[in-house]
């Protein structure tokens, strides 16, 4: 696979989709973005560590907090692929509610996130996620990877070969029955 955008994501999502083995994220986009742009191409992930906090984590995950800062460098190892497999809108608190086993962040969290620009739908993607068996050390430009964006460009695209998917089939089952039904 060749991968050439990079998702910006909380590092402790990352460590709950690899102990949980299910991705599900919550966009609507950016403060500097119109509204989330999804992709049907698989994508690099890049770990974050901004604005993840102890009222943003349930507390049964706060484990998975590392404490860390964005260390924006211009490089960083790609240890995450992934490829949105389906996309579901989120018009409703209640909906919000049957997806919280599915995934570590605080309700009060989500609620924000649903509030904020009341006028764009929230939406939950379900993503397919491979960790890469040996990460890979890229360079992006710092200037374009900072700040609320969703997404960046790689400087080159890179050739990933060995990965390991992270699926639960059971857990993914269960999800996809209930979000069908929205």
């Known amino acids: 696979m060749l991968i050439e955008r990079i998702l910006k994501e909380w590092s402790s999502a990352l460590s709950f989709f690899e102990d949980k083995k299910i991705g599900l994220i919550f966009r609507k986009g950016g403060i500097h973005e119109k509204e989330f742009e999804g992709t049907d191409s698989y994508f690099g992930i890049f770990k974050t560590f901004e604005h993840e906090s102890e009222k943003t984590v349930k507390k049964e995950y706060k484990n998975y907090l590392k404490n860390r800062t964005g260390d924006y460098t211009g490089n960083f190892n790609l240890e995450y ?79 990933i070969d060995n990965t390991l998917e992270l699926c639960n089939p059971i857990q993914e089952k269960e999800l996809l029955r209930i979000l069908d039904n929205f």
């Open 81 to 159: 692929i992934a490829r949105i497999k389906k996309s579901f809108k989120i018009d409703s608190i209640n909906k919000l509610n049957l997806l919280d086993p599915y995934h570590h962040w605080e309700k009060g969290y989500l609620i924000e996130r649903f509030n904020f620009r009341p006028k764009k739908p929230l939406y939950c993607y379900l993503l397919e996620i491979q960790k890469i068996k040996f990460p890979k050390n890229v360079a992006y430009n710092i200037h374009e990877a900072k700040g609320c964006i969703s997404w960046f460009k790689l400087n080159e695209p890179i050739q």
